[in-house]
Antibody, heavy 117, light 107 residues
C-alpha cells in the first residue's frame, strides 16, 4: 500500500524558513516523479513544485520560485521542500503527491504551515 | 498553463440521487485526468485516474467518462458519506492544474 507521510510543518514568522519532509513507502520511490501541492485555508488546491525521479529536473510555481527548493533522497525514500523567505500567503496545508500516468495519484495527509508574527 | 473549468460549483442532492460533475480542459490532456474527493479538514482521496480508471478500493458507484477536453464524474447513488467537495485535476503536463471544486450538499 502506498503511504506518504508529511512532517515538518508548524508556525513560523514572516521571513523565516521551514523544511517539509515526505516519507514514502509501499512503492519504488526512485522510479516516480513527485510533487508538492498546497491548499490555503478555505481555498482550492494549487501546485507548488515537481521533481523528476532522479532529482535532476525540478519545476516551480512562479509564486515560490527563488524561495522554495524541492529535493529528494532516494536512498531514504524521502521528498523534501525547503521553504525560505516565507510570507503570510504561504500559509496552507502542504501535500506531497505521487503522480503516475499508469497508476494514478496518491496523496499524503498534509502538513500545516502557518506564517504569522 | 492548462486551465480546468469545473461545473457546477455546488449542487444539492438527496440520498439515492445520481449526480454528474463536468470538467473541461483548455487543451487536450491525453486523458490524464483525475477526480478526487475531499472532506473538511481531510486530505484529498483519489477516486479516478486516466479519466475512467477507478483507483484501487474505490466503490463502483463512482465512474468517470470523457476524452479530449471534456470529462464527467458520475456518482450513481449518493450516500451520506459522499457529501463532500470533488475536484478534477490534469496531470498531463506541469504545472498540475485543478478545477475549482464542486461541493455536493444534502438537499
Amino acid at each position: 500500500e502506498v503511504q506518504l507521510v508529511e512532517s515538518g510543518g508548524g508556525l513560523v514568522q514572516p521571513g523565516g524558513s521551514l523544511r517539509l519532509s515526505c516519507a514514502a513507502s509501499g512503492f519504488t520511490f526512485s522510479s516516480y516523479w513527485m510533487h508538492w501541492v498546497r491548499q490555503a485555508p478555505g481555498k482550492g488546491l494549487v501546485w507548488v513544485s515537481r521533481i523528476n525521479s532522479d532529482g535532476s529536473s525540478t519545476n516551480y510555481a512562479d509564486s515560490v520560485k527563488g524561495r522554495f527548493t524541492i529535493s529528494r533522497d532516494n536512498a531514504k525514500n524521502t521528498l523534501y521542500l525547503q521553504m525560505n523567505s516565507l510570507r503570510a500567503e504561504d500559509t496552507a496545508v502542504y501535500y506531497c503527491t505521487k503522480v503516475s500516468h499508469s497508476s494514478g495519484l496518491n496523496w499524503g495527509q498534509g502538513a500545516l504551515v502557518t506564517v504569522s508574527s | 498553463d492548462i486551465q480546468m473549468t469545473q461545473s457546477p460549483s455546488s449542487l444539492s442532492a438527496s440520498v439515492g440521487d445520481r449526480v454528474s460533475i463536468t470538467c473541461r480542459a483548455s487543451q487536450g490532456i491525453n486523458n490524464y485526468l483525475a477526480w478526487f474527493q475531499q472532506k473538511p479538514g481531510k486530505a484529498p482521496k483519489s477516486l479516478i485516474y486516466s479519466a475512467s480508471t477507478l483507483q484501487s478500493g474505490v466503490p463502483s458507484k463512482f465512474s468517470g467518462s470523457g476524452s479530449g477536453t471534456d470529462f464527467t464524474l458520475t456518482i450513481s447513488s449518493l450516500q451520506p458519506e459522499d457529501f463532500a467537495t470533488y475536484y478534477c485535476q490534469q496531470y498531463n503536463s506541469d504545472p498540475l492544474t485543478f478545477g475549482g471544486g464542486t461541493k455536493v450538499e444534502i438537499k
